[in-house]
Nanobody, 119 residues
C-alpha cells in the first residue's frame, strides 16, 4: 500500500507559478512511475506529467515548456513546478503512483489539490 498526499495548490494569477508536492508513505524508489493528473470541471482526468525511477519523463503537449516534474528520493516526494500558468490550467491536480508487479499493476492516488488560475 502507498499513501500519497498532495499539497501546494491555491489561487494564482495568470502568468504566475505554483509548485505542487506529492509526499509518499514509502520509498518512492520502489514506485515505478509517479505522475500528475488533473481534472477540470466537466472534463475527463488527463495526464499532465510523469516521471520514472531513472531519467524518464513525459509531459502533456499543453504543458511542455511550462511545467517540470521532478523527484526527491531522499524525501519520498515528487514535485510539479508550474510556471506561466494559464486559466485553462485550472483543475484539481492528483498525484498517482504506479507499481508494476508480477503480471499486475497497482495504482495509487492522492486526494487531489485545487489549482485555480485567474485571468
Amino acid at each position: 500500500q502507498v499513501q500519497l498526499v498532495e499539497s501546494g495548490g491555491g489561487l494564482v494569477q495568470a502568468g504566475g507559478s505554483l509548485r505542487l508536492s506529492c509526499a509518499a508513505s514509502r520509498n518512492i524508489i520502489s514506485i515505478n512511475i509517479m505522475a500528475w493528473y488533473r481534472q477540470a470541471p466537466g472534463k475527463q482526468r488527463e495526464l499532465v506529467a510523469a516521471i520514472g525511477s531513472g531519467t524518464y519523463t513525459n509531459y502533456a503537449d499543453s504543458v511542455k515548456g511550462r511545467f517540470t516534474i521532478s523527484r526527491d528520493n531522499a524525501k519520498n516526494t515528487v514535485y510539479l513546478q508550474m510556471d506561466s500558468l494559464k486559466p485553462e490550467d485550472t483543475a484539481v491536480y492528483y498525484c498517482k503512483g504506479v507499481v508494476l508487479g508480477n503480471r499486475v499493476t497497482y495504482d495509487y492516488w492522492g486526494q487531489g489539490t485545487q489549482v485555480t488560475v485567474s485571468s
